[in-house]
């Protein structure tokens, strides 16, 4: 049988398999829900509106004060929110904890403990409600009503880097995650966006992004979340097809070499799943370009980041299903693929735009952003250079351990035919 | 009515739309019974009927004075191989056995005392710790004549059980079943008629769900007496006669071959007349039943 | 042999073959939490968090699995054709992983008070019937489609709808109700859960010999 035949055979058994069905019920869940929710055109802003967004400037002016004041209401009341995997836990200080964080606070602030209980706010005074937004920042509510305390701020003397290095203790204090850690504490004061900065994001997403790319990157940050675990139940179901003795048999006599019947499947696998991404892809590309319609977009950014963004998610996941199915026999590909989804998912939710690095999950969870994709795009073609190149090398892997279990090793046949040929010699 | 019997009354058992057995009327004695057909005649559906895996859509059965739809009683009666027959893979031969005992019902005092002593017969006491997995063929099938004999059953169903064995383990088969067929009725089904010859004194054959044969093993083979034929052909003659007679076999002799030939007629002049066996007997009835004939 | 005897037996074999395994992996998951999830000190709301988020999942590892090892059609034949209802085995081994899934729940809850957060049995019935209506779900699936991957599948894409999700899905109540301060769902998630439970038991007993 030609590779062509075998490839075709084996995105057959795919496409006939309720999994990857599942797999594409899942796609449309999230676009759906998630995507095309909020889905809105692309609109110039007007001079002289009331608020453009926030920017990337930081107003350290308002930053410093704001984030001791809040640092200062939760030392008060020793609970102190942070995110330490994108989910808000409490943390809760013992004394020694909370003997240290006063001395912070003092040595920030130049107060004592006394005027600093004084100065710390009741509940209400919420940093954004425990909730970061979609662009970063943090919103410092004050009750309507309520009489704000006189405001902290740092002690004389004392430079804007200790501050952020004292800050960074109080950070590492609360275990990480916290507002507080240095490349967080410009979420205390992000400068409004101005109007000319805000026609110049709309310009980038006009001109540089032609339309289409501002939310293809969108569209590849939800669609990714489920793109990085269930290729691999798609890759176990079909490895797992095979597990009865007498079909595997009949499958590893043949001629075929294992290093192209591994390639076939996997291929096979990647070729459903990105197809059913690129038709999806292809369904956004219209209704973007439709919603704005007055617009000249490109047709290809959502197929050029859908193979770019989300294939290489798409290679690991297959390559972990396959390599540990055929290794075991068992599906515990799902819950290993999955264990790392959940902790890339939840450790990626502290950054939903701009920190890239090196997780499995790379998110953009924003309508443009480009100034932020163009400035982390290395950093970005790195991360997936890595994981395609994961994926292929745990294909290969694959093909290493199917051809040894065709001869006899690692619990393949072989281990039966020992047993066999040693109760032969012992009834001799 | 005997008490170790099977009796089959116009059963038949449909898969949708398809009629996998159609009026099927039978009766089996104690020993050894042979079922013989095609692929896809109704044995496996038989098989499975009578072991209370299957609902009839029609007729009745009763196996040993008990009818079909008292399944926990019919299940405790009948002990069955099936054709595909496996266990908990990752379980030990004996884990697996006594396990199988405890779905049986049996007490844990007669699953001591049988469970060592079955695996001594069927050859497998020194893979009583051997993972069910590690097992050859050979050995899977004897646990599997094991397993069905666990709760001293009435019936014993067995569901080619020879596939797949060398000759020696199917010899070494055959005798076993040979054994226990001494007090209960085995029902033995397969296609190799080798099988049957051997050890069965009755069979019924079966064709497309319907019965198209029962009674002895000579009865059947005398149905093709004076229909078969031994010649001497070369390699060419050999080819012409495949293609106006039923060839049954054809031993290489020297540069020739020696045809063993099913017809109304002598294929060759030089052709000699044989004693039909079962498998003739068997080929002649298919062919009878594709001309439009009828079994008995 | 007894009926209460013989299914004591059948519960001793599938709990130490097939409920073990199953039953470590829970552990792994439930060691895996404190990683995630703040979980000392926390009120009531914030305890909710791992519960929801993740401890309800024990029933995804504990009770998908419960139909499985018959998946195999010759395994199956051989065990169906016993004199034990498949069903009987496969209700043995369901009350096995609820019963562990209760366990090892009230003893999280329990580390939980003692660890200051402000827990109380509601939390724990609302983890419990998270978790079973998960597995159950699971459960079904598997049983409807005989496959083991399909199993596992279904319910944890219910469960990542659901926490992307603001509202119940299929008119259930949220998941994630007690941990976004609403009233738990419990009781209508348990009694859901019960049902997709009976119903794969069900189908299972209608999984043919051969098929």
Known sequence: MSGWSLFT?????VVTGLPFWLLVAALLAFLSTQFMAGLKPLEEPQPGLASYGASDRVDWEKAVPAALQSLAGEYGENRYKTYPFGFVKTVRLKEEGRERMGELLSELTGRSE????????????????????????????????????????????????????????????????????????AGFGREPLRYEEALEQYRQMVEEDRVTGAYARLFCDYMGIPLAVLPAFVAAALWLKDRRAGAREAVWSRRVSSLALTAARFGAVIAAVMGAVLVLAGWMTAVVLAKNGDLSGSLTAFFSYSLGWLLPGVLVSAGVGAFLTECTDTPIAIFVQGAWWYLSLFAGAGDLVGGYGWSLLIRHNRLGGYAEYRAGLVQIAANRLVYALAGLLLMLLTGLVLEQKRRGRFGGMGKALRVHRRCQRAAV | MEENTVEIRDLSVTYGKKEALSHL????????????????AGKTTLMRTLAGLLTPSGGKAIVCGVPLQMRAQIRQMTGYLPQDFNVYPSMRVEEALDYLGVLSGLPRRVRRERVPALLRRVNLEEQAGARVRALSGGMRRRLGIAQALLHDPRVLIVDEPTAGLDPEERIRFRNLLGEVASDRVVLLSTHIVGDIEAVCENLAVLERGRLLYSGSVEGLAERAQGQVYQVSVSRAQLEALKERFS?????????????????DRPPLPAATPCMPGLEDGYLALLAEEERGGEGR | ???????????????????????????????????LFGMAELDAAAAAQPLEMGAVLIGVVLLVPVCAPELDSGVRETADARRTPAVGVCLVRTLLGAAAAAVLLAALVG?????????????????????????????????????????????LLYYSVSLVSKKGLLGLPSLLAMSRGEPSGAPVLAAAGVGAVALALLARSRWKAGR
């Open chain 3, 111 to 155: 580390w939980m008070g003692q660890n200051g957060c402000q827990v109380s049995a509601l939390h724990w019935f609302d983890a419990f019937a998270g978790a079973l209506f998960l597995g159950g779900l699971g459960m079904l699936a598997l049983a409807l489609a005989k496959n083991q991957v399909v199993g596992y599948m279904v319910p």
């Open chain 2, 247 to 263: 060839v049954t076999a054809a031993l290489q002799e020297g540069s020739g071959f020696v045809a063993r030939v099913l017809g």
């Open chain 1, 9 to 13: 055979k084996e995105c057959r058994r």
């Open chain 3, 1 to 35: 042999m007894e009926w209460g005897k013989r299914y004591a037996s059948i519960a001793a074999v599938n709990g130490r073959r097939y409920s073990l395994p199953s039953l470590l992996l829970a552990l792994v998951l439930l060691a895996l939490l404190p990683v």
């Open chain 1, 114 to 185: 006394e005027e600093l209980a004084a100065a710390a706010q009741p509940a209400g005074f919420a940093v954004g409600g425990g909730e970061r937004q979609p662009d970063g920042s943090f919103a410092v509510q004050v009750p309507q009503g309520e009489e704000t305390a006189p405001s902290l701020t740092l002690a004389p003397g004392l430079a804007r880097e200790d501050f952020v290095r004292l800050m960074g203790e109080a950070d590492e204090l609360l275990g990480g995650g916290s507002s507080y850690a240095a490349e967080k504490l």
């Open chain 2, 25 to 40: 009327d039978l009766t089996v004695r104690p020993g050894l019974f042979g079922l013989l057909g095609r692929n896809g």
